[in-house]
């Protein structure tokens, strides 16, 4: 069986909207987020659950993979009830929300559970998602249940 890897390129905020949907529930860890300042690069580490295997069929074992969120030409990266010293907590990733500010400069807000955020500022949307490495099995498939919140 032949593994196809994503590899997504975003520019625009519907590009970043399908990225949005890949990576929902995706986990990641403060260690795992690294802000290049001088290169004006922001790289984020997730182990991504599979969504687009799960879709193709009832028989299909539940998977993650490494994936690699990589934005380019960044502005500015600000964190919302991130604690960046709790490099070993997990942060469940939820959705990408953008829009574009008065000085054509884009605002890219990174949502996790517990209300924590990360906010990019960026000039323009260049944003990767790429696959690393091979797929393992989970036994967990992420559920989503709005009446138990």
């Not at 001088?38 to 991504?48: A, E, M, V």
């Not at 490494?66 to 907590?89: C, G, P, R, T, Y």
């Amino acid at each position: 069986m032949t593994i196809k890897f994503l590899k997504l390129n975003a520019t625009t905020i519907e590009d970043l909207k399908v990225l949005s949907a890949h990576l929902q529930d995706s986990i990641t860890q403060p260690g795992n987020i690294l802000h290049l300042n001088k290169n004006r690069i922001l790289l984020i580490q997730f182990n991504r659950f599979m969504w687009e295997d799960v879709e193709k069929g009832v028989f299909r074992k539940n998977k993650r993979i490494l994936s690699i969120l990589k934005f380019e030409n960044v502005l500015s990266v600000n964190a919302k009830n991130l604690n960046q010293k709790k490099k070993d907590h997990f942060l469940d990733f939820l959705a990408i929300e953008s829009k574009i500010l008065s000085d054509k400069s884009y605002e890219i807000v990174l949502h996790f559970a517990g209300d924590k955020l990360i906010k990019v500022n960026s000039e323009v949307i260049d944003c990767f998602l790429d696959d690393q490495g091979e797929p393992w099995e989970t036994k967990n498939k992420p559920r989503h249940n709005i009446f138990d919140e």
